[in-house]
């Protein structure tokens, strides 16, 4: 990685791991649903380039579960909706270190949908679990399976956070994620849409609850 112009002076690498609180901020034509939060996890590596004595850069790639809950009274007291989508993360954050235990990030992601599913119950009626398929642009709904749903093969947003170093080696983060694409695909019967993605939009939102185990390694200082 070349950092034109900046003293590289140091850089962690170290493993992330945590819980996710997601749900949607729905932008529906009508019928609005009422999303709740859904319980998921996160696992995977993240890194830091110190760009001055505060700030730093820090990429990483993340393994990401993330979704939403429904528990809808017009549905039957005893009916609900979960939903699970998981996506390969890319945060690509500016961080900045208030003191030696204390620092906060802010930047952009983005992210590769890799599948999920969907279950339920509605009027009693028990709603067998379906596949999520990241698909990219408006599905033939011809080209789906019975139990397949799209969604949108890419997604994007912002995230910020704070953190609290324990050491050198280990920290604690907590994260906040807005999402800032419609996850839901137009679908069509091959002549008319039957699914406007105008009028169902679904956009992802969280926290999350990490924890950071690093292993640092030194590097040679350099300025280009």
């Given amino acids: 990685m070349l950092l034109l112009g900046i003293n590289l002076k140091a850089q962690k ?8 609180f997601q749900t949607f901020m729905p932008d529906y034509a009508v019928n609005e649903p009422d999303y709740k939060f859904r319980v998921g996890w996160n696992i995977g590596i993240t ?17 990401n579960s993330k979704g939403t809950s429904l528990d809808d009274p017009s549905f039957g007291s005893d009916d609900f ?3 699970a ?9 500016i ?3 208030f003191n030696d235990k204390f620092f906060g990030y802010a930047g952009p992601y983005i992210a590769l949908g890799l599948g999920g ?8 009626v028990k709603i067998e679990k379906t596949k999520f398929v990241p698909e990219s642009g408006t599905v033939n709904a011809g080209d789906l399976a019975d139990d397949e749903v799209p969604y949108q093969l890419f997604d994007y947003g912002f995230n910020f956070g704070f953190g609290y170093n324990f050491s ?13 694409r419609n996850i839901n695909n137009e679908i069509s019967d091959g002549v008319t849409i039957t699914r406007d993605a105008d ?12 924890y950071i185990f690093y292993f640092k390694r030194q590097i040679k200082e350099y300025e280009n």
Avoid at 47 to 63: A, D, M, R, V
Avoid at 85 to 93: R, V
Avoid at 199 to 210: E, N, P
């Fill in 95 to 97: 961080g900045y270190d």
């Fill in 168 to 180: 050198e080696k280990s920290a604690v983060t907590l994260d906040f994620s807005l999402g800032m």
């Fill in 85 to 93: 989508y998981t996506y390969l993360e890319l945060p690509l954050h």
């Fill in 199 to 210: 009028d169902v939009k679904d956009f992802h939102r969280g926290v999350s609850i990490s």
């Fill in 81 to 83: 909706i979960r939903s």
């Fill in 13 to 20: 690498i170290g493993i992330k791991a945590g819980a996710n």
């Fill in 117 to 124: 599913d969907t279950y339920g119950m509605i009027d009693d």
């Fill in 47 to 63: 890194t830091k380039f110190n760009l001055s004595e505060k700030f730093s850069f820090q990429p990483g790639l993340i393994y």
